[in-house]
């Protein structure tokens, strides 16, 4: 069965960095898109980045493009997000997701983890 597995959550300060990972298993991780969503309280699930199947092109979301990357190694089965800049405004429940279409929509989305908390103070 698949899993999605978040690590890397955590406190942080206004401006500092985390980098968050995903271990998958129970399934082909290469022949799928990987991303990130986040949550915050009392908000809707929304779409922070994805990456290609072969790691070559990264999506941003516009409120955390040039302060996030992302990136993965198909050989370990994992994604990372590095986040960078942090602000208050991101702190949310950060969730890893695989889908087999080339969209990384809510909607697409084949496969959730349970989410990494991450919480950014001023």
């Known amino acids: 069965q698949v899993q999605l597995v978040e690590s890397g959550g955590g406190l942080v300060q206004a401006g500092g960095s985390l980098r968050l990972s995903c271990a998958a298993s129970?399934?082909?991780?290469?022949?799928?898109?990987m991303g990130w969503f986040r949550q915050a309280p009392g908000k809707e699930r929304e779409f922070v980045a994805a990456?290609?199947?072969?790691?070559?092109?990264?999506f941003y979301a516009d409120s955390v493009r040039g302060r996030f990357t992302i990136s993965r190694e198909n050989a370990k089965n994992t994604v990372s997000l590095q986040m960078n800049s942090l602000k208050p405004a991101d702190t949310a429940v950060y969730y890893c997701?695989?889908?087999?279409?080339?969209?990384?929509?809510?909607?697409?989305?084949?496969?959730w983890g349970k989410g990494t908390l991450v919480t950014v103070s001023s």
């Open positions: 997701a695989a889908t087999w279409r080339d969209s990384m929509t809510h909607g697409a989305v084949d496969y």
């Open positions: 990456i290609s199947r072969d790691g070559v092109i990264g």
């Open positions: 129970g399934l082909t991780f290469s022949t799928y898109v």
